[in-house]
């Protein structure tokens, strides 16, 4: 196996997204080009070469289209939340939605989906187009069940749980599973790296939750709290009303017009409260399992990268 060069591979993932943003119609592309340049963590498509390179193997073309590929699906979703929660902010820059219109997002949406299945057409391996369609109609269940929770004080962690699954680990799940199929790696690896990418994607969108509440508007790139200013209960909310039935009143009497007053203090009660740290631990369990999975596989070099990978997302600020 040749020598990883992980500069090297983002910068093609950067420039297969830059060609894949081309278009005839000068607005798609420009709304395209203006995620894009918003930047972006690229967790998905290093998951996915860095999954290829621990089945032993070198990229192959497949890979590369998947790494691409699950990113621009990725973006898609991303716009298309962004105009379910009327979101003004993605990454510090105006969503596509606040810099254009509603129809603009919702298209360029669609045609950052689109871009993605086209990209993916070439592909031969026919088990890679069938778990990636399963997946991304989970995907949309997934963001359809946010949606129908919105303002829902009355739900189960359970429930919290299985949405950011469909919502959040699955494309990462996608990415870790794909990435070594693309590679063409044996049933017990490609289930290996399935359960992996779960793990690794349940406590990246915890993480994520948590930040929610934790960091800065500076560094979020949206006001602190977005979630629960747009009716989503996300783990340290929902721990917290378990603990505490009178904040879980306060949480029940929120809707789209309470003030400004209303929300912000609930945020600051869970912002200080140990639903914090409760919220921490639950997310280095899944993080752990990941781990402990990961040395199950060949101690080689795309190893030690991928765990370098997972410690920056569980140690990252925002």
């Known amino acids: 196996m040749s020598k990883i060069n992980m500069n090297r591979e983002i910068k093609n993932i950067e420039t297969s997204l830059a060609q894949l943003m081309q278009c005839e119609t000068p607005t798609l592309q420009q709304a395209s080009e203006h995620l894009l340049s918003s930047g972006g963590k690229r967790v998905r498509p290093l998951f996915v070469i860095l999954s ?49 219109n509603q129809s603009t997002a919702i298209l360029t949406g669609n045609f950052l989906l689109a871009r993605a299945l086209e990209h993916l057409s070439t592909i031969e391996n026919y088990q890679i187009h069938q778990t990636l369609s399963t997946a991304i109609v989970e995907v949309c269940r997934g963001e359809l069940f946010q949606f129908q929770d919105q303002f829902r004080a009355n739900q189960s962690i359970t429930n919290y749980l299985r949405r950011i699954k469909r919502k959040t680990a699955l494309l990462i799940q996608l990415a870790t599973e794909v990435g070594a199929m693309s590679a063409n790696a044996n049933e017990k690896t490609i289930k290996t790296m399935r359960t992996i990418g ?14 929610d509440f934790t960091s800065t508007e500076k560094k979020l790139g949206k006001p602190v709290g977005s979630d629960l200013r747009n009716g989503h209960m996300t783990l340290p909310t929902l721990l917290e009303m378990k603990k505490d039935p009178a904040f879980k009143q306060r949480i029940a009497q929120l809707h789209p017009e309470a003030s400004h007053k209303a929300f912000e203090s609930c945020v600051q009660h869970v912002r200080n409260s140990d639903s914090i740290a409760l919220s921490k631990q639950i997310s280095e369990r899944y993080l752990q399992k990941a781990k402990d999975l990961l040395e199950t596989l060949p101690d080689n070099e795309a190893r030690a990268l991928f765990n370098k990978l997972i410690q920056k997302l569980k140690n990252r600020k925002v």
């Open 198 to 211: 779960y793990n690794i994607g349940m406590s990246f969108q915890i993480i994520d939750d948590i930040l």
């Open 52 to 100: 290829s390179y621990l089945s032993g193997q070198t990229p192959t073309d497949a890979t590369y289209r998947v790494a691409a590929a699950l990113e621009l699906i990725h973006m898609a979703t991303l716009v298309h939340d962004d105009v379910i929660d009327f979101s003004e902010k993605r990454r510090g820059e105006t969503t596509i939605e606040k810099e254009w």
